[in-house]
């Protein structure tokens, strides 16, 4: 079945009820990739990983309970499934319990199943591993289907009471698609993230719980991502999407799913609070967004730190920043937050121009052809000005020593030696020795000194700084580029953006999230789902950052710091020992890339090159020592990996030398009389991740 996202629960009571033992384990999958035939998602990790912290946090499901992976091949992802069964078997031989498991997914699929890569796994393969697990509830959660329109097809802490409740003693299974069999589940730029999972969460923290008993049911939890899934993609390119289920659940209550009050910190909603709600964190991602309707208080519970809320009711807009603090309900006060505009949209047409004059020539807006009435409103082919000239409209061109401005709409172009200003829209190009301002903006804007721009389609060049709030084009500048959200590409000494899809070129790059490519000697990202490739690359969110302690044979005794993003990583590496019998030491960097293998091991490969003397000669001539490894990582705890493999090494004469002064082994190879090259191997530790 396209775009399922399914729940099958198969629940056995106890003898005793008040006398059971729950425990909740989750395996969370992700993959990006669903073949060459089909687009790279954007954010099935970013919706894996929610869930997965909705789940800890409010869900009963413990840390060291929880394994996710990232991009598995099928063989992968069934050994997973096969390992989280030793999982329960040893929980089930350690403590009688009653085990209960979460299985999410999120990527591509098709009609026969799931699509990891250029593979494919049935559901009938699936659905019979999970059906074979030793635990007593089964909850299958699959946000899948096939690709296609703008929109992308998609194909805390341990609180274990709510999940015993006697109120709560059901038995049946449930199956949940996240749209109709002939329906592509959809995901967005906006939300980052699937539409469904995006609501689905929201419902789970506490925007479903429409009995206000702070738990969230199975089924107003559906209830609530099939209303928001519907309503938001009504108007998308990939159609209107349709949440499907087939509950078949008996007993003495509804499945609870989370429990609110488990939280370690709470925004509370009062009754008197009717309007749309939107939650970001403090890297500005949508973390729960809900219609709140008047007369029902609602709790959401949600991670200890900053948020930002805004309130949206009849076209009119609210906010504030709220800090949430560990174990307190903090209550939102509507009549305190801060009245702001809404986004600004210009209706082209709809307030027409008072007069029509072709040419305006002027010194100023008083003495010039437009007339000295600052009310009338005219629209302008042709505007020249010896000082500061004024149109409400201009369809052509106009030419200024000090300034050119224009009130309403610019579709031609603006030329001044100073400034050019455009309060509302901007269709053609603004050139500028000084200052460039654009409300909204299609085309060009080049200055000598800053480029400003609402909402920009185009090219910015300047030597000077480039604001952008949205830009869909290219930033270039000797200087600054800056954006709120941009796709395309940020050329500049510095780029800074809030949000950016696309490449970043700089000598140092900034991204609240990064979603492309980072290019500089300094990238540096909040979260990040590109890659980003320089001297020193770090995400806070999910970057690379392992120091390390290893043993090779050119460094008896070595450190190195790992850091980087994604995939790639930048290698810093000091080291000293005997090579040939000689005492050296030496330092350099590399640049390398890891690849996970399941769940605890991982492949790094690396280049790194630096210098090396002989310890007792360091007044001698130095070498160039280059070399190339290939390491296998097993992460034996979540904060240890132990690592081991060969290397291959080559030492390059800086000037002539002999071989007392030279560094390499009897048995390298000599290419040349400068060059020696051999085999050799590493093994250490790494720490974090």
């Known amino acids: 079945m396209s775009a399922t996202l399914a729940l099958l629960l198969a629940l056995s009571g106890a003898a005793d009820a008040d006398r059971v033992v729950v425990r909740r384990f989750a395996l969370i999958a992700a993959a990006n990739d669903g073949g060459r035939e089909r687009p790279r998602l954007r954010y099935a990790v970013t919706d894996a990983r929610a869930l997965a912290g909705v789940l800890e946090e409010l869900g009963g499901v413990a840390p060291e309970d ?81 690709s296609g329109a703008i929109t992308r097809k998609k194909g805390g802490k341990l609180r274990p009471p709510f999940l015993v409740d006697r109120s709560s003693q059901v038995k049946g299974f449930a199956v949940l698609t996240s749209s109709s069999e002939n329906e592509a589940a959809q995901e967005s730029d906006r939300i980052r993230g699937s539409f469904f999972t995006h609501y689905l969460v929201s419902g789970l923290r506490g925007a479903a719980d429409v009995t206000t008993d702070g738990r969230v049911t199975l089924n107003e939890a559906y209830a609530f991502a099939f209303h928001e899934t519907l309503r938001r993609t009504e108007k ?125 020539f002027g010194v100023l807006p008083a003495l010039s052809l437009n007339g000295n009435d600052a009310r009338r409103k005219v629209e302008n082919h042709v505007m020249i000005s010896l000082g500061w000239g004024h149109a409400y409209r201009l369809s052509g061109a106009a030419l200024a020593l000090g300034a050119a401005s224009t009130s309403e709409n610019m579709t031609g172009v603006q030329l001044a030696v100073g400034v050019t200003s ?57 200087g600054l580029n800056v954006v709120d959200e941009g796709r395309g590409a940020q050329l500049a000494i510095v780029n800074a953006a809030q949000r950016f899809v696309g490449l970043q070129l700089g000598l140092v790059n900034l991204a609240s999230h990064n979603d492309g490519l980072q290019l500089g000697l300094l990238n540096l990202s909040d979260s990040n789902d590109g890659e980003s490739i320089g001297l020193l690359s770090y995400s ?115 000037e002539v030398m002999t071989d007392e002064d030279r560094i390499a082994p009897s048995y390298a190879w000599a290419h040349g009389d400068d060059v020696r090259s051999w085999l050799g191997g590493s093994v250490g530790v790494e720490l974090f991740r």
């Open 66 to 146: 929880r394994v996710m992976v990232v991009e598995p091949t099928r063989d992968e992802l069934l050994a997973s499934i096969d390992a989280l069964e030793d999982r329960l078997q040893a929980a089930r031989a350690e403590r009688p319990a009653r085990l209960e498991l979460v299985f999410y997914y999120s990527g591509h699929s098709d009609e026969t199943g799931l699509l990891l890569g250029e593979e494919a796994l049935p559901y009938g393969t699936l659905r019979g591993r999970l059906d074979g697990l030793a635990a007593d509830v089964r909850i299958a959660i699959l946000d899948s289907c096939a």
């Open 236 to 360: 998308t390119l990939g159609g209107a999407q349709h949440a499907a289920y087939d509950i078949q659940l008996a007993g003495s209550g509804d499945l609870v799913m989370t429990d609110v009050n488990a939280t370690s910190a709470t925004l509370g909603l009062p009754e008197s609070l009717g309007a749309r709600v939107f939650v970001r964190d403090e890297r500005g991602k949508l973390v729960a967004e809900l219609d709140k309707p008047g007369g029902r208080r609602v709790e959401l519970g949600l991670a200890p730190g900053q948020y930002e809320i805004t309130l949206e009711s009849k076209r009119t807009f609210r906010r504030s920043d709220v800090a949430l603090v560990e174990g307190k309900t903090m209550e939102l006060d509507p009549a305190a937050m801060t009245l702001v505009e809404g986004e600004e949209t210009f209706l082209r047409g709809d307030d027409e121009p008072d007069d029509f004059v072709l040419l305006d």
């Open 540 to 654: 806070l969110e999910d970057g690379i950052l392992r120091p390390s302690v290893f043993s090779s044979d050119v460094g008896l005794a070595s450190v190195g710091l790992s850091i980087g993003t994604g995939h790639l990583y930048t290698l810093f590496f000091a080291g000293t020992g005997s090579i040939a019998k000689r005492e050296s030491v030496s330092f350099g960097l590399g640049l390398g890339a890891t690849f996970p293998v399941g769940e605890h091991f991982r492949v790094d490969v690396d280049v790194r090159s630096g210098t090396a003397w002989a310890t007792q000669q360091l007044d001698r001539p130095s070498q160039l020592l280059s070399t190339a490894r290939v390491r296998l990582g097993w992460r034996v705890l979540p904060w240890l990996t132990l690592f081991a493999g060969p290397a291959y090494h080559v030492a390059v004469d800086s």
């Open 422 to 478: 455009v309060g509302g829209y901007a269709k053609g190009a603004q050139l500028s020795a000084g200052v460039n301002y654009a409300s909204v903006m299609d085309g060009l804007q080049a200055t000598a000194g800053v480029n400003v721009a609402g909402r920009f389609l185009g090219a910015q060049l300047t030597s000077g700084v480039n604001f952008a709030q949205q830009l869909t084009g290219l930033q270039m500048a000797a």
